[in-house]
């Protein structure tokens, strides 16, 4: 038996762009035969919805509501609700980060000004993995695509949020440079979407009994397949990007400006 989990999905009460509080999304992923999701809201320099004025400790306390109303359901239902978050850096890239908790928050507000290359080593040395959302997205509102090579443990090859699914192919090819596991999320916002849209997420061969679960398969590469269409990931070599390009090193330096090359 295969379980399957959500990797990527906001909630109405901390991401901006979400449409669904966390509770919303239970009921519907448990028809659908999800075993759990991750939730990963918009954090400090994302697309926040909370004040970043607000004393570190109020913004934390904030920050984790969504997770924790879908968790309170959740447990009602008997349905694993993980926590993780999603850190944007200069309006770029993206990072999906799991293991921590809210303690771990409180005790780190150095958190909101970190680099790349700080972030990874603090998630890392707190048992934690950083997995880089949506690398090739192109948008109107990003400036440019930096793929931070050194400072990822994973990539995300599948995101639901893409209309152009090149931008999935070219994530697929990135991971394989990078030798690291692939995962595929949904970026769901909308629990609407649960019915009328399409799913992504992981399969493991084990029930996931905590966040640790999930790192601990994704550290040792053990993501056992993705829930998408397997032709999203079909590279053509007629690929397009538009964008400027940085590859970064593990200590957040630019190495190349060429994804050709690179990939």
């Known amino acids: 038996m295969a ?3 959500e ?37 400090f320099n994302a ?21 924790e109303k879908a968790k309170e359901e959740g447990d009602r239902q008997g349905f694993s ?13 993206d990072y999906l980060v799991y293991g921590l908790d809210k303690q771990w928050l409180l005790a780190h507000p150095q958190a909101r000004s970190w680099t790349r290359g700080e972030q990874y080593r603090a998630v890392r040395e707190a048992g934690g993995c950083v ?15 930096v793929l931070s090579a050194g400072c990822v443990d994973g990539v995300e090859v599948v995101n639901g949020g893409h209309e152009d699914e090149s931008c999935d192919a070219l994530a697929y090819r990135y991971a394989q440079k990078l030798g690291k596991p692939a995962i595929a999320g949904t970026d ?6 649960i019915q009328y849209g399409e799913l992504y997420g992981v ?26 269409d397997e032709s999203r990931l079909d590279f053509h070599g007629t690929e397009k990007v538009r964008l400027p390009v940085e590859i970064r090193d593990n200590e957040d330096r630019i190495i190349k400006r060429s994804w050709k090359e690179f990939i």
């Open 81 to 93: 609700v993980f926590f993780g978050w999603e850190e944007t850096f200069d309006g770029c890239d």
């Open 7 to 43: 990797t990527h999905l906001h909630t109405a009460e901390v991401s901006k762009c979400a449409v669904s509080g966390g509770a919303d999304y239970i009921a519907g992923y448990m028809q659908k035969g999800y075993s759990g999701i991750i939730v990963t809201d918009h954090f």
């Open 131 to 145: 997995v880089q959302a949506h690398p090739f997205r192109q948008r109107a509102y990003i400036p440019r695509i």
């Open 188 to 193: 769901i916002h909308d629990a609407s979407g």
């Open 47 to 67: 697309n926040c919805a909370l004040s970043r004025k607000l004393p570190w400790e109020r913004w934390v306390e904030c920050f984790c509501l969504g997770y």
């Open 3 to 5: 379980y399957l989990y």
């Open 203 to 228: 399969y493991s061969e084990k029930k996931l009994d905590s966040i640790e679960d999930f790192v601990s398969m994704i550290l040792n590469n053990k993501v056992s397949g993705l829930k998408t």
